[in-house]
């Protein structure tokens, strides 16, 4: 009959729309179930991590036998297994002599490194150096100025301060995303109040003259200052970074302090170290002051910054 023949073509149609829809509610619950523990880990939906990038600032405390037990031979291996367990993609290091650079060099294979010692601006005295993951980083341009009225010459100390400071930059192109984006590494003087006033001001001075800040720029390091002083707030106020902690979008993880001690149980010291960023061009999606500790010792007397950084729009690609 006729109607049957119409029938047929009915059912298989209906058939063929129910069997869709099971198809498509059962894939979309699937995604669903990934984005949902997704979220449920980090409070941040996936895309965003697609393109992140880890980085850390970590002061790792100079080798001095002065140290005993928490000499650099004793924690060498803590300080790699923290970053590598961590992931990061670019760290800033703070106090690396010659011989830390070598064994974190060795410790982190993958890794490529710029930095110049601070005494001769090759390979004397400390580093305030940048590692990059070289899968993911290309390095475009570097160089190293010091922190004192003659920042082009090598070795020399600034205003009232200590010792020689320094403050070494890289420019990277991120291979995933083809980005652009420059990191500086500093370490302010720990006794000059004027040395560490005008680091802030030559450093703000220096990173405008070279970037711009038309691209993604990332401040970190040891700047022996807390929140509330005025090299902090010449940093803050006068350019257009912002203080990673502030923009976090999962609140801080950790305590405020970046002072340790070395020892478990002491009381911890102020907030000292930081990771600035460009906020126009960078998300911050987490933040933290990482505590691991091993043995009753952390593995260094400063404790390691992190952040998630991601790039949010496009910048300029040269
Ligand atoms: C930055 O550039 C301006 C203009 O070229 C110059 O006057 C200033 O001295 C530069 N500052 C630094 C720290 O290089
Ligand atoms: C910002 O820079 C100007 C000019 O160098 C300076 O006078 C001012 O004190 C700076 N602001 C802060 C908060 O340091
Ligand atoms: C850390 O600093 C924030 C302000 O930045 C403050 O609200 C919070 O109480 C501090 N936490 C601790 C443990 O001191």
Request: proline share 3%.
């Amino acid at each position: 009959m006729w109607w049957s023949g119409i029938s047929i073509i009915v059912v298989t149609f209906v058939a063929a729309i129910v069997l869709m829809s099971t198809i498509l509610i059962l894939n979309r619950k699937t995604n669903a179930i990934t984005t949902t523990t997704k979220i449920l880990r980090t409070g941040i939906s996936e895309k965003y991590y697609k393109s992140s990038f880890r980085m850390m600032t970590y002061n790792i405390r100079f080798d001095t036998d002065r140290d005993g037990i928490n000499q650099w031979a004793f924690r060498k291996d803590r300080v790699a297994n923290l970053i590598r367990y961590h992931a990061a993609d670019l760290f800033g290091v703070q106090e690396a002599l010659p011989n830390q650079m070598f064994d974190l060099k060795n410790a982190l294979p993958g890794f490529e490194w710029y930095g110049a010692g601070r005494d001769d601006g090759k390979n004397k005295g400390e580093f305030s150096a940048v590692f990059y993951r070289s899968e993911r980083f290309e390095l475009l341009d570097k160089n190293t100025f010091w922190l004192s009225e003659t920042p082009e010459r090598p070795g020399i100390k600034g205003w009232d301060a200590d010792v020689t400071r320094v403050c070494s930059w890289v420019k990277l192109r991120d291979r995933y995303t083809h980005q652009i984006l420059y990191h500086f590494n500093t370490h302010f003087d720990h006794i000059g109040e004027i040395a560490r006033r005008e680091s802030a001001h030559l450093i703000v001075d220096r990173i405008y003259n070279i970037t711009k800040f038309q691209a993604p720029v990332i401040l970190t390091g040891d700047f022996n200052t807390g929140p509330d002083s005025d090299p902090y707030r010449a940093i803050i106020a006068n350019s257009s970074l912002e203080d990673a902690k502030d923009l976090t979008e999962i609140p801080h993880y950790g305590p405020n302090s970046t002072w340790s001690t070395f020892f478990v149980g002491q009381d911890l010291g102020d907030r000292i170290d930081y990771i600035f960023v460009t906020s126009h061009y960078l998300r911050v999606l987490q933040h933290a002051v990482l505590t691991d500790s091993d043995a009753q010792h952390y593995p260094s007397d400063h404790f390691p910054v992190l952040a998630e950084l991601s790039i949010k729009s496009q910048t300029h690609i040269n």
